[in-house]
């Protein structure tokens, strides 16, 4: 990610993307939403719905390497950006 950029656009690109993680992340833990590590070696997460549906989804198809996996048995997965508002982490769980 840093190739073509300058160290200081890397740096601030960095402390970024860890405030909207850290802001993410508190939310969740917060309401008691269990957060998985993926291992980066990892190329297929199987989410199960409450029905039993099993959806799979690609890792090497994702948006971003550092994004995120909403996911609330009652609906399917939702990615989002590690940039997106943490208002969208809340409309996903509380639809």
């Given amino acids: 990610m840093k190739k073509g950029m300058t160290d200081e656009g890397f ?4 402390d970024d993307a860890s405030f909207y993680s850290a802001n993410v992340n508190g939310y969740l833990r917060k309401r008691d939403i269990i957060i998985y590590d ?3 070696n990892l190329k297929f ?3 199960v719905r ?3 549906k ?3 989804v ?3 198809k994702t948006v971003s390497p550092y994004g995120l996996y909403l996911f609330d048995p009652r609906k399917n997965p939702r990615e989002i ?4 508002s943490i208002e969208k982490t809340k ?3 509380e639809d």
């Avoid at 740096?11 to 960095?14: A, E, F, K, T």
């Avoid at 950006?81 to 997106?84: H, N, R, T, V």
Wanted: cysteine-free; aromatic content about 16%; proline content about 0%.
């Fill in 11 to 14: 740096n601030s690109l960095s």
């Fill in 81 to 84: 950006g590690i940039f997106e």
């Fill in 58 to 60: 690609d890792l090497r």
């Fill in 45 to 47: 997460i199987n989410f």
């Fill in 54 to 56: 099993i959806i799979r």
């Fill in 38 to 40: 993926a291992d980066q």
């Fill in 50 to 52: 409450t029905n039993k």
């Fill in 91 to 93: 409309k996903y769980f």
